[in-house]
Structure formats: structure tokens, C-alpha cells
């Protein structure tokens, strides 16, 4: 998408359009108040990133470079083996607490899902990586994959009952059904 270096100018402007992205949402977010947050003009937001829904492209790219590394930085400081995999429970809920517009992955696929959006590929790609995150968790702890697949629905739906059905302890009671899933897995 971007060929040349970021500059400070686009710098802002995809901080800017990523903090107002998540929090308010992809369509209620014009392109006139990002470049006004972000002090450049309309004009240097489509010079330096073409459209809008490269900039939403970028902002979900940046996301999921930021949630991997932490969900790996988090991960490795864990040795191997059921405890790992519980503690990618705890990851998610540390995640959470500081971003508690839930899932930026889920809620942009709700605004642009099901279109030929640059974004839509990104989204795909988490899911995807999340999903076999799990799975090699589960392999690094000597189950089966498949056990990997059933702990990454857990955590996608406690993200979901969490932000969307306001249960605050959706994500303690996905790592305690994680845990009786280990428990008869082992």
C-alpha cells in the first residue's frame, strides 16, 4: 500500500484516524475531521494514502501488528504446556482493559465485512492467526489441534459477550471452560 517511508504528516493522520476508527467507528468517521484532528488538510491524506479505505486498511494492519506482538511478548514470558494456553486468556483480558471498545477486528467487519474493502483481508488474516495460535498452543501443551480450534471460539466469544453483552466476567469464564477443556483433553 505505502511504497515510501511514513511521514510525519501521515504518521498523525493514521494515529489520528485509528484512535477515531476504533472509538467511534469506520462510517461515522469522515475524512475532514481526521485530517483536522491530525492538523494536515483532505488533500495530504489521499496524497500520502490514496482513500479512505486504504487508511482503514493500514489502521487494521497496524492494529494486528500491535495485538501479535503483545499476545507473543505475553506468551513467551510462559513456559509451554496447559498453563500457556490458560494464560492466552489472561493476554485477552489484559488486552481488554485498556481497550474496551472491544475487538477492532469484529467491529470493522460489522461496517465493512461483507464488501471488496482492503480492510476485509486484514480482518481475515487475525481470525486466522488467532485461530492457529491456539492450535500450536494446544500442540506445544500435547493436545490435539482441534482443542486449539474450540479454545479460539472461547476467546472469540468472550470478546463478544464482554463488549456486546456487557458481561464482565465473560473472559474468567471462558478460561475456566478452557481449563475443563484441558482437564478432559489431558
Not at 122 to 136: D, F, P, T
Request: aromatic share 6%.
Amino acid at each position: 500500500m505505502l511504497s515510501r517511508p511514513m511521514t510525519p504528516a501521515g504518521e498523525r493522520l493514521l494515529a489520528t484516524a485509528s484512535e477515531l476508527f476504533y472509538h467511534r467507528g469506520i462510517h461515522a468517521v469522515g475524512v475532514d475531521l481526521i485530517a483536522e484532528r491530525a492538523g494536515t488538510t483532505k488533500k495530504t491524506l489521499y496524497d500520502r494514502f490514496g482513500s479512505k479505505d486504504n487508511l482503514v486498511a493500514l489502521y487494521l494492519r497496524t492494529r494486528f501488528e500491535r495485538w501479535r506482538a503483545f499476545v507473543d511478548e505475553r506468551l513467551a514470558a510462559v513456559e509451554p504446556g496447559p498453563g500457556r494456553v490458560l494464560a492466552a486468556f489472561d493476554v485477552l483480558e489484559e488486552w481488554l482493559a485498556a481497550n474496551r471498545c472491544g475487538c477492532a477486528f469484529v467491529n470493522a467487519n460489522a461496517e465493512i465485512g461483507r464488501t471488496d474493502h482492503p480492510g476485509v483481508a486484514v480482518i481475515h488474516a487475525e481470525k486466522q492467526w488467532m485461530r492457529a495460535r491456539y492450535e500450536e498452543l494446544a500442540r506445544e501443551a500435547g493436545l490435539p489441534t482441534a482443542l486449539g480450534t474450540h479454545l479460539h471460539l472461547l476467546h472469540e466469544g468472550a470478546i463478544v459477550a464482554l463488549t456486546a453483552g456487557g458481561q464482565e466476567d465473560a473472559v474468567a469464564n471462558a478460561r475456566s471452560a478452557a481449563g475443563e477443556l484441558l482437564a478432559a483433553a489431558g
